[in-house]
Each structure stands twice: as C-alpha cells, then as structure tokens.
C-alpha cells in the first residue's frame, strides 16, 4: 500500500507496517472519550480506533502538537500556524511563517474533521493521516527538523519516555509512534456543533436570511462543496489565474490536466479561517463571492460549471454570507479538551 506520494521516501517504508489502515466501509465506533462519530456524518475513512489509539494517544499527540521544541530551534509548534480560535487554521497571515522567519508556500488550512479526509495538503501530495505530520516537522519552511534528531531529543527529555510508555508500553520513542499520536490528537478534532449541524440534526432553525443562503448554496456551489463535510474532496481549477505559479494538484500527478487544480476545501468554520484560497489572496468571504461572480478568470482547466461565472447579485451575496456563518462551530472553537496544555 502507499501512503504518500512525495516527502522523505526513507521514513515512509518505516511507516506501513502497523499504520495504513483505511477503514474499507465497515461501521465506525466510538474509540477514545474524545472521538466519536457524529451521527449525521457519514463513516471516517479511518478507523478511528487504531487513528485514536486511546484518549492516551491524545493527550501525547496534544502535548507534541502544541511542543515548539519539535522545531529546529524550538521556536515553532503545529500550533504555531494552526491556532484553535481559527478552527485550526493561520489567521495571521496569508501565507504561514515558520522557521527562520522563512515564508511556507501556502496558506494553512483549518484541521477539522482530518478522519474523513482522502488526502491532504492543497494538492493532495500525503494521502493518509498518521504520514501527514512529516511534512510540517521537516519542511525547511515549517520546522525544519530531522526525524532522527527529533526521536533523540524525545528520548532525552525527562517526561516523554514515561509518556510513550503509557501509550505505546515501552519507553522507546521511534518515529512512527510520534506520528501515531499526533495523528491520534488531529484526528480527534471534529466540528458537528455548528447552527447549520443543529438545523441539520432538527435542533435549531435557520433564519429567512440563512434559508435564502442555503439555497442558493445548493444551487450554485455544492457540487464541489458538498454533504456535511462541504467538500467533495475533488481537485479543481476554480478560476484564480490564467497561468499557474503554484501548478497545484499537477505537482503530484505531474499531468498538465490538473495544472492549477486544487482541493475543494472544506467549508467548516470558514468565516474563521481568513485570508483565503491555497495562497491566501482573498481577504474577505465576501470578495471570495465577488470572484465567483465576477472575477471568474479563464483558462484551460478552468471548471466547466465556474465558466461564465456565477453571476450573483448583492442580496444573494448577502444571504450566502449569511449561511456561511451558519458553518461556525463556537463548541469546537472553545472546547478545552483541545487546548495548549
Ligand atoms: C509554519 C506553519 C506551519 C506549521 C508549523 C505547521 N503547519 Fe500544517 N500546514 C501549513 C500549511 C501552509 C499547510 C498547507 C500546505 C500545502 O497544502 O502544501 C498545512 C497543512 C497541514 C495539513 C493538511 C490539511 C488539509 O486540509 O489537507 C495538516 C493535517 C497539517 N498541516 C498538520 C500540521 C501538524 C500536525 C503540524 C505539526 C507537526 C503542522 N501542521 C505544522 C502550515 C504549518
Ligand atoms: C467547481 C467547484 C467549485 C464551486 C462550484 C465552488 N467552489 Fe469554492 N472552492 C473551490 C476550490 C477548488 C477552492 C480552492 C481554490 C484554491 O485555493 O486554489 C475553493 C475555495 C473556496 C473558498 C475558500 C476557502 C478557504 O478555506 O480558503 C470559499 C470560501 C469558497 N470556495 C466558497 C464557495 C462558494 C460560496 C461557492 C458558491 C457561490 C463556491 N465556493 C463554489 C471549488 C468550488
């Protein structure tokens, strides 16, 4: 099986041994105190038992996820660029700043419901939970750290081995245990608890403005942003440039039918996780809406339902402004089992 289809080849054979295990359609369950399947959701492609590894997998992963000292320098954390008050995403700048000042290639996105996704990063380039990790902790642009030396300073430190052991039985650090629990810890955060989940799930009603917002959300934008999750996960050209300086989903597959493609994103707590798009050029979920409607630029892998634009007027704008808001989860943004510890 592979897991991934660029980053460090040596480490990704260490990998498959005990980690690839997409779940192949059989039913979810409830596998930690922390994550539990939504019921208007549907099944994770993990499993979310061995993504999980027990609320002691969490909490490891939580206190690596937010631990600076897994940069080079020990200056950055994934919580660095990826801040719960955002739904996890960088809201400080357009393109994140990681190590050395050095300015990373891409916008973040929001980490929420990682369970359920086919692949990851904006082109698809990792495509399984417990090997994303790698990416971050070795990007000269992220945290610039080495594998090896990161596994040294682990076991060298004085509470971690005892840490491990209580998860993993031994107090051996390697590699794939660090991203199995950090995989456990950013598996675990789900957003379900938005309005749009309450109205879904006949708790809670949508105001005329927010109805009108729906609808139209249907019509015009959830073939690719789609379901519960708002996204079909599908890789799409969705007209920002006419010549690609980030080749997009076409870096992966290196086919000039996916040049400027990315991945559909999903939607969830979107009016949080500003500046937009891969490279975060759009400042306001309402001049994301303008560029439907009127900044559609052609090219030639340009969506076919995105070609003549979207033409909406201001009062549609309005409402669709209005039912993204819908899509904020405040249980998520302040739930303390996701906190810095
Ligand atoms: C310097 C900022 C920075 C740091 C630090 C960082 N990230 Fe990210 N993260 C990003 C950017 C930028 C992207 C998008 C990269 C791309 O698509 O090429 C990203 C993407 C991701 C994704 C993919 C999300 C998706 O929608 O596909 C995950 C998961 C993730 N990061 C987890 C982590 C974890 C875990 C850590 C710590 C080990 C971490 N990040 C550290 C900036 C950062
Ligand atoms: C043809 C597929 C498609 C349709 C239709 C579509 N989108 Fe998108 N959307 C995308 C893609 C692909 C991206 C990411 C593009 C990029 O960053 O290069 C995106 C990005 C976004 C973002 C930025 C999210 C973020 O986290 O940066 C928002 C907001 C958004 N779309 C809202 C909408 C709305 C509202 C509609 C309907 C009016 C809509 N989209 C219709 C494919 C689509």
Redesign the pocket.
């Known amino acids: 099986m592979i897991c991934v289809e660029r980053t460090v080849g040596l480490f990704v054979l260490l990998l498959f041994a005990a980690a690839c295990s997409k779940n192949d359609g059989q039913e979810p369950s409830k596998a930690s105190d922390v994550f539990e399947v939504p019921a208007h959701f549907p099944p994770p492609v993990y499993h979310v038992g061995e993504v999980g590894i027990g609320s002691g997998g969490f909490e490891l992963g939580k206190r ?2 937010y631990d600076s000292r ?2 080079r320098d020990g200056t ?3 919580g ?3 801040a719960q008050v955002h739904a996890f995403a ?1 809201h400080s700048s357009a ?5 050395d000042g050095n300015i ?8 929420t419901n ?1 369970a359920w ?1 086919p ?5 698809g ?2 495509n399984h ?1 417990e090997v ?2 790698i ?3 070795t990007d000269p ?3 610039d750290n080495d594998l090896s030396e990161l596994v040294n300073y682990l076991q060298q430190n004085t509470a971690y081995p005892d840490e491990f052991e209580e998860v993993f039985g031994s107090k051996q650090i390697d590699s794939q245990k660090i991203l199995l629990a ?1 995989a456990a810890f ?1 598996g675990s955060i789900v957003s379900y608890r938005s309005k749009y989940d309450d109205y879904l799930t006949g708790q809670s009603q949508l105001s005329a403005l927010e109805m009108d917002g729906k609808n139209i959300f249907e019509a015009q934008c959830s073939s690719c942003h789609s379901g519960v999750l708002l996204t079909d996960f599908s890789f799409r050209n969705n007209g920002l440039d006419s010549t690609f300086a980030d080749a997009g989903r076409a870096t992966i597959t290196q086919n000039e039918a996916d040049m400027g493609k990315f ?1 559909v ?2 939607l969830r707590n979107v009016s949080l996780t500003n500046p937009y798009m ?1 490279d975060g050029r759009i400042p306001t979920l309402r001049q994301v809406l303008d560029h439907y409607s009127e900044g559609i630029v052609e090219s030639k892998t340009l969506d076919e339902s995105l070609r003549d634009g979207l033409a909406l007027t201001e009062a549609e704008k309005d409402a669709l402004v209005a039912f993204l808001q819908t899509l904020t989860d405040y249980e998520l943004l302040g739930d303390s089992r996701f906190h810095e510890p």
């Not at 393109?95 to 190590?99: E, R, T, W």
């Not at 990373?104 to 980490?111: E, F, G, H, M, Q």
């Not at 692949?119 to 082109?123: E, G, H, K, P, V």
């Open positions: 690596l996820f897994l940069s950055i954390s994934c660095s660029c990826h960088d393109l994140s700043v990681g190590i990373s290639k891409r916008n973040a996105p929001a980490l990682l996704y692949d990851f990063m904006w082109d380039g990792i939970i994303m990790p990416a971050p902790l642009n992220e945290m950090i950013q991945k994103p999903s891969h």
